[in-house]
């Protein structure tokens, strides 16, 4: 929080004394006065709305709207159904609220189901994973209830989809956490009636650290080849043979296999060219969002009493 | 409808990129592949100019391009950047040429920074197609001559005639119009003293 | 009733076109057919007196690498030089070079041993390929004009200027039996397109150099190209240089491009009347402006090329006396 309190505040002055420096490398005498008078008046900030008029989408955007950047995969590419899609997603998250969520954080997902008692139900869960892109973004909540494993694949942009909660917001070290399923229950164990738990805002999003426990074999997969480092006891269930197995597997050049990884995501460019495109809407309803948190924490301690 | 990684940030390269990649036939694998195309980088940098079969040169410029990317991005403090360079140049003085060469000169370059050409086969010889890669702003004599600055080519010759002659035209016409421009006012001077002469007699 | 009547009017006419164009073509067998048939014997007279066949060696010079070359004396033409060196050579080279100075056509025999440079067009000095080009444009629009006339119209081609690209247009002069001919846009660009098929069907431009006496005959039809003869025989001691594209046979100095491939964007823009000829004929320049093939040029810039080849061209007037023997040869 400190830290980046302090970065709020360089970030307010690095343009301040940019705006310094270019006048001095232009200047002669005007200039200098320009600059007395900028010193000198209080209304700083109109020096430089020019700059902070122009849309600048934060760094962050792809994490928080990963679904927004479209497949990498060039032969599925289309700009014009991009468009559509994102234009469609926009109008989606006008109607629910879909919140900033990772792999690893806790959901509560209220769906309308005609078979449910009330035509809706609440699941609440870990989310395991996140997969696809653009209107067909999804991922799967698991919980163990009664102790059974329950696992809910849900389509972000569903329209049975009412409300989304994220109860509690982080990550995990892995990108995906199937290995829940052959870990002990207690590890995708959580409480239906779980509050929200809040967090600081603008603080970075935590990441959990714990390692999961493995129930001993068999498993649904090989868990020692896949370098997971949320799992604490993998080694204890596993002998040479299985050892080597995953040692032949391994592919330690990947990481320097430049067009892959370039394949493999959206470049820098076009991603500020997307982004830029969504951003205000997306900035409002965050926007927005903020304010209906603040109603409702004002609002709880009424209805209480 | 697979989910971009969002890991990294990766400029856009210049070029144009297959949408997948070429195996090179090798017995190692993929990673066989990539030492193949780490002799070729390495040599790229290390040349500046190399004459290879054409589909060893189209992959190892991908390779090039993105190590250039991201050495001018990222600068010799990063460690994974680093890390990347000590893979990819085989050679380590290499290393140096592009952090303290390479990276300024392409510092301001909005193209490219490689560049290839199909080159022509020996013929009778191997089927293979083959291609020069090089680096932009080489020290060598350019491969094909820029033609569209000759004055001597039949549309250029064309081009300047009519350009002079549509000068001498304007010039004609300018020249036209300063004499009836002083011509005239000579007149309006004369009636108009003709006409005052009568008043002052 | 009335599509049926259409139908009918529609078939008539283009029959009465057809029978016109067949009694054009024996209109044109007769005169031109005959002119082929004495340029074909003297090509083969030509190639029969050879005779034993001697070696020359021709040094070529340029791209990749300086070759010497064992070649045959009155066979060997410049084109088959080209053949050793590769297919892109042939394609490429529009006209050669002997000894560095003399331009000689790509189809010509070379006659004993000398240097050989290929020119394309894009070579550094140009100069020599341009003015080939130049010309060849004015051969060809000769014959796109023989092929575009019907016979009524009774056109004699009557000679062209030596090539001068500065002046913005190349230029055929012709004769006319009507006074009031003004061609619309169509018929120009019917003409035009006659010179791009002629350059899609790739035609070898053939060089015969023959003797007066046979240019005599073949071109006996002609009123104005025998008038011209005598004086092009006087200045290259009785032998007259004929070109020949297709089946069109001209006379001219030379040297011109390898083929009509080489033509590229072509315009034949505007026919001024020159001066009356007789009591019903009349004086035509046509003149038209071309790039050689591969040449980009947007159509901007084409366009004001094209506006400035409108003007009349200032080369020499085909109804005016000849001042001086030296200028007398046409081109």
Redesign the interface.
């Known amino acids: 929080m400190n830290v980046n309190g302090f970065c709020r505040i360089v970030s307010k002055k690095l343009p301040q004394q940019f705006a310094y420096k270019r006048i001095v490398t232009f200047s002669t005498k005007p200039a200098q006065q320009q600059q007395e008078a900028t010193v000198s008046t209080p209304t700083l900030p109109n020096n430089n709305t020019p700059a902070a008029r122009k849309p600048i989408v934060p760094g962050h955007y792809r994490f928080v709207y990963p679904e927004f950047l479209p497949d990498p995969k060039v032969q599925w590419r289309n700009t014009v159904r991009e468009k559509l899609e994102r234009l469609d997603m926009l109008a989606r998250r006008g109607q629910v609220d879909l919140p900033e969520f990772y792999v690893g954080s806790i959901l509560a997902v209220t769906s309308s189901d005609p078979h449910a008692a009330g035509k809706t139900s609440r699941f609440v869960g870990i989310c395991i994973h996140r997969e696809r892109c653009g209107l067909r973004a999804r991922f799967i909540l698991r919980n163990v209830i009664d102790h059974q494993g329950m696992e809910v694949l849900y389509e972000l942009y569903d329209p049975t989809i009412q409300k989304v909660e994220v109860l509690r917001l982080e990550k995990r070290l892995d990108d995906s956490l199937f290995y829940l399923r052959d870990a002990l229950p207690e590890f995708s164990t959580f409480d239906e009636n779980m509050e929200a738990e809040h967090l600081e805002e603008g603080a970075p999003v935590p990441v959990n650290d714990i390692k999961v426990v493995l129930r001993p074999r068999p498993w649904l997969e090989r868990w020692e080849r896949q370098n997971l480092l949320g799992v604490a006891n993998i080694e204890q269930y596993i002998k040479d043979k299985h050892r080597k197995s995953a040692a032949k597997v391994q592919k330690p050049w990947e990481k320097y296999d430049l067009m892959k990884q370039y394949r493999a995501t959206i470049p820098e460019e076009e991603q500020k060219e997307i982004f830029a495109e969504v951003h205000t809407e997306l900035h409002t309803l965050e926007l927005q969002r903020k304010r209906n948190k603040r109603k409702r924490s004002f609002i709880k301690p009424k209805q209480l009493a | 409808m697979n989910q971009a990684d969002v890991s990294k940030l990766i400029s856009q390269l210049r070029i144009v990129v297959r949408p997948k990649n070429r195996n090179l036939k090798n017995p190692d694998g993929p990673e066989g592949r990539l030492l193949k195309l780490r002799k070729t980088v390495t040599a790229l940098v290390k040349h500046e100019r190399i004459e290879l079969y054409y589909n060893r040169a189209d992959e190892a410029r991908g390779y090039a391009e993105l190590l250039i990317s991201n050495a001018i991005r990222h600068g010799d403090r990063h460690k994974p950047t680093m890390e990347l360079a000590d893979y990819w140049l085989l050679e380590k003085q290499l290393v140096h040429k592009l952090f303290k060469v390479l990276v300024p000169r392409y510092d301001n370059y909005n193209v490219s920074y490689t560049r290839m050409y199909k080159a ?1 086969r020996d013929y009778p010889g191997m089927y293979y197609k083959k291609s020069v890669l090089e680096l932009r702003g080489n020290p060598y004599p350019t491969l094909c ?1 820029d ?1 569209t600055q ?1 004055r ?4 250029n ?3 300047d ?2 350009r002079k ?1 549509f000068r001498r035209e304007k010039v004609a016409d300018l020249a036209n119009k300063l004499n009836v421009a002083t011509e005239a006012p000579k007149k309006t001077v004369e009636e108009s003293s003709d006409t005052i002469k009568p008043t002052a007699i | 009733m009335s599509a049926a009547s259409k139908i009918h009017k529609a078939t008539w006419c283009a029959f009465r076109n057809l029978e016109q164009y067949r009694t054009k073509a024996k209109f044109s067998s007769s005169a031109i057919g005959t002119r082929n048939e004495l340029f074909n014997q003297e090509q083969r007279r030509q190639q029969d007196a050879v005779g034993r066949i001697e070696k020359i060696e021709i040094r070529y010079l340029g791209l990749p690498e300086d070759v010497t070359l064992l070649m045959n004396k009155h066979i060997s033409t410049p084109y088959n030089c080209a053949q050793h060196l590769s297919e ?1 050579h042939c394609k490429r080279s529009a006209l050669a070079l002997i000894d560095g100075t003399i331009p000689w056509d790509m189809h010509r025999p070379l006659q004993e041993s000398c240097t050989l440079q290929l020119l394309p ?2 070579v ?4 020599v390929v ?1 003015k080939a ?1 130049w010309r060849t444009c004015s051969f060809l629009l000769g014959a796109a004009l023989h092929k575009s006339f019907k016979s009524e119209a009774n056109l004699q081609l009557h000679s062209f200027p030596g090539p001068n ?4 247009s190349f230029v055929h002069d012709i004769v006319l039996s009507s006074q009031r001919w003004q061609p619309s846009k169509s018929e120009l660009r019917a003409i035009s397109a006659e010179m791009v098929k002629m350059s899609a069907q790739d035609i070898l431009i053939e060089r015969l150099d023959v003797q007066q006496e046979l240019a005599y005959e073949m071109f006996k039809d002609s009123r104005y190209k025998s008038e011209q003869l005598p004086s092009i025989g006087k200045q290259n001691q009785g032998r007259v240089t004929l070109y020949r594209v297709g089946e069109h046979i001209d006379i001219s100095r030379g040297p011109m491009v390898a083929s009509t491939r080489f033509l590229g964007k072509c315009t034949i823009g505007v026919s001024h009347k020159l001066a009356n000829e007789g009591s019903s004929g009349a004086f035509y320049r046509i003149q038209g ?1 071309a ?2 093939s591969g ?1 980009m ?1 947007n159509h901007f ?1 084409f366009g ?2 094209e506006q ?1 080849a409108q003007k009349l061209n200032s080369a020499r007037l085909p109804h005016e006396p000849f001042e001086e023997p030296q200028q007398m040869q046409i081109s």
């Open positions: 022509p001559a033609q000759n001597n080519l039949l549309h010759v064309l081009l005639e009519a002659e | 892109g067009f894009n550094s000095e140009p100069h341009n080009f690209i500065k002046s913005g402006i790039l050689p040449y040029l810039a004001l090329l400035r």
